[in-house]
């Protein structure tokens, strides 16, 4: 794959090359892991590869790299830097989760939430690279939101996708854990928190294992620890009829849903994803 300075080689023959590579390590995706980066480090669209554009030593080198650090089991969203989520491009680094497309229904039972309540004041809860809370903002004009994360390094990204997507003066990025330092109350507090058990983590991919940040993932030995904390402080944060929406790990759903029915909730639902999972539990105040 290697090419001398100036000289430049077809993208199909590189490409290839590259599928290889991926395939023997394990990784699924191989080809379309390959394109995605092949495209990235030419600066091209998926599109030009496939007409056989040519590429320079520089483009080929840059392939070369990514390829071996995808080949390493790094995740192809910090590699190029980006992942879509809610049809919004999100900048991501290891300092953040990756945005997931379940999570996409988190949003959007917030969105129907936010019908009935345009103005509502929003509590996003771990907000990572900011994906739920600039997803609502982008799709929910009128409403108000304060995000918070424990990393400061997640904020710093979090605030510049906001910049990125022109909400930020709507959307208060706060350092802290779970909840603000102080009697801010509101409508609906929505959550992705961490929800996996200790001793299933070294089951997860290596992509995720390996490379996402562990904060992010762990929750105690049942994967309920931040459920139990949420359920408990939400409610005297909670406005009249107000609502909270937490994501939830496959299986969860019943378990979740008796933390906060003994924490006082009431009008408790499980909302599932496009593959019927239980991927949602909300709950309500009178």
């Known amino acids: 794959m290697k090419l001398e300075n ?15 590579i991926l395939a023997a390590a394990g990784i699924d995706t191989a080809r379309l892991d390959a394109e995605v980066l092949l495209a990235h480090a030419c600066g091209v669209s998926r599109g030009s590869l496939m007409a056989g554009l040519s590429i320079d030593a520089d483009g080929a080198e840059n392939f070369r790299h990514m390829i071996a650090r995808r080949a390493a089991r790094a995740p192809l969203a910090y590699i190029i830097g980006r992942k879509e989520f809610f049809s919004l491009d999100f900048e991501v680094t290891p300092a953040v ?10 949003v959007e039972a917030a969105l129907r939430f936010l019908a009935m309540r345009p103005e509502a004041r929003i509590l ?13 903002a982008a799709n929910a004009p009128e ?14 990204v979090a605030r510049r996708n906001a910049i990125r997507h022109r909400c930020e003066d709507r959307i208060e990025f706060v350092a802290a854990d779970l909840f603000p330092n102080d009697d801010s109350r509101f409508d609906l507090i929505v959550s992705n928190p961490p929800y996996i058990a200790e001793a299933d983590l070294d089951a997860l991919q290596p992509e995720i294992r390996l490379h996402e940040p562990r904060h992010a993932l762990a929750a105690g030995s049942d994967g309920l620890d931040f459920y139990r904390r949420i359920a408990v402080e939400s409610r005297s944060r909670l406005n009249r009829d107000g609502a909270v929406m937490v994501e939830i790990g496959a299986g969860q ?12 909730f009431s009008n408790i639902d499980a909302v599932a994803d496009l593959a019927r999972i239980e991927r949602v539990i909300s709950a309500r105040v009178s």
């Open 124 to 136: 996003d809860i771990g907000t990572g690279s900011g994906a739920i809370a600039i997803a609502v």
């Open 6 to 20: 100036g000289a430049t080689s077809s993208s199909r023959a590189i490409l290839e090359d590259g599928c290889l």
């Open 97 to 106: 989760l990756i945005p997931r497309p379940e999570t996409e229904t988190l």
């Open 253 to 264: 759903g019943c378990e979740v849903a008796a933390l906060f029915r003994r924490a006082g």
């Open 143 to 156: 409403a108000r939101i304060k995000a918070t994360d424990i990393s400061k390094e997640a904020l710093e």
